[in-house]
């Protein structure tokens, strides 16, 4: 099956700095990425939907400002988590898909603690 | 907004036993899909059943649709240790980019 490579897996900052987490698309062209973010035992929460090319959508309550994100090319996509602080410390993930309402591919997320 | 509710929250059987977790959405939907997350990681697609269809299977799962009822079962028989995991469902609705996905079920194996 397709594979989506999500880089770090675990990083841990200082209350201030930024962080850019990374999401591939391995042996496909994704079209469309997502970005999610999950609290403890809770489901995922949209975040982004992040299209080849053009601006992401921010799903209502997200800031665009606080979580940006760029897809440059149809493989890659990035999260940057601006000025973090310690209430940001959560699980992110992100997936992609090659055709629109087909099945989604995700990376092994990225916990992210703020100190 | 979550659409789909998925019942029961956790779910905790013995080896062997056969594990039924449902979800129920409320618009509309092209697919629902199934998949899994293990702690700490990602999730994997488990199975795709569009709204023309009723009942689908891979392996020892088995998804059922009642779009009448807007509702979908995931059956997972002979469970073992390692099916432990979450479970969520995600509906596809048409015109829509995003999958909206369901709180989730905890299931819980014991050897």
């Known amino acids: 099956g397709a594979v989506v490579s999500q880089h770090p897996s675990r990083v841990i900052c200082k209350s201030g700095t930024s962080v850019k987490i990374e999401c591939r698309s391995l042996d496909f062209q994704a079209t469309t990425m997502f970005w999610y973010r999950q609290f403890p035992k809770q489901s995922l929460m949209l975040m982004a939907t992040?299209?080849?090319?053009?601006?992401?959508?921010?799903e209502q309550g997200v800031e665009k400002d606080k979580f940006l994100i760029n897809h440059a090319s149809l493989t890659l996509s990035t999260l940057t988590v601006t000025s973090a602080h310690p209430e940001d410390s959560s699980f992110y993930i992100c997936?992609?898909?090659?055709?629109?309402?087909?099945?989604?591919?995700f990376g092994s997320g990225t916990q992210l603690s703020v100190l | 907004s979550q659409q789909g509710e998925e019942d029961p929250q956790a779910l905790s059987i013995q080896e062997g036993e056969n594990a039924t977790m449902n979800c129920s959405y409320k618009t509309s939907i092209n697919n629902l899909q199934w998949y899994r997350q293990n702690s700490g990681r990602g999730l994997v697609h488990l199975i795709l059943i569009r709204s023309n269809e009723r009942e689908k299977h891979s392996g020892r799962l088995r998804v059922t649709l009642d779009t009448s009822k807007k509702s979908s079962s995931l059956l997972i028989t002979a469970s073992r240790a390692a099916d432990t995991a979450s479970y969520f469902c995600?509906?596809?609705?048409?015109?829509?980019?995003?999958?909206?996905f369901g709180q989730g079920t905890r299931l819980t194996i014991n050897p």
């Open positions: 995600a509906t596809a609705s048409q015109g829509a980019q995003k999958l909206v």
């Open positions: 992040s299209n080849e090319g053009s601006k992401a959508t921010y």
């Open positions: 997936s992609a898909s090659g055709e629109a309402n087909e099945k989604l591919f």
